[in-house]
């Protein structure tokens, strides 16, 4: 079993920078592709970043220049730096993680899911 803990969410102001952290728990947790995905209220889940278990990682185009995906295996950690934030970023952020280890765009794609932590950018 896999477990997800996200941190670092909050409310900020347009142009500000926040990290989210991804805690993961699990045997094999350094081998795990991990992804961040967002969901806005009345919209669907979409991708922001993966990345893999030897450090490949993807970008949304509306991210690309702005975050930031990293991963730290000896703290079992992935991060998502976040600058240059706009409203348009409001969005509940979840974490993923992928036992087969690659960094997938799609979320049906990964095996496990943290309970989401909320980002608020105020104009």
């Known amino acids: 079993q896999v477990r997800l803990v996200e941190s670092g969410g909050g409310l900020v102001q347009a142009g500000d920078s926040l990290r989210l952290s991804c805690a993961a728990s699990?045997?094999?947790?350094?081998?795990?592709?991990m992804g961040w995905f967002r969901q806005a209220p009345g919209k669907e889940r979409e991708f922001v970043a993966a990345?893999?278990?030897?450090?490949?990682?993807a970008y949304a185009d509306f991210v690309k220049g702005r975050f930031t995906i990293s991963r730290d295996n000896a703290e079992n950690t992935v991060h998502l730096q976040m600058n240059s934030l706009k409203p348009e970023d409001t969005a509940v952020y979840y974490c993923?993680?992928?036992?087969?280890?690659?960094?997938?765009?799609?979320?049906?794609?990964?095996?496990?899911w943290g309970q989401g932590t909320q980002v608020t950018v105020s104009s």
């Open positions: 990345i893999s278990w030897n450090g490949g990682s």
């Open positions: 699990g045997r094999h947790s350094i081998s795990y592709g």
């Open positions: 993923a993680a992928v036992l087969s280890g690659l960094a997938y765009r799609s979320p049906n794609q990964y095996d496990y």
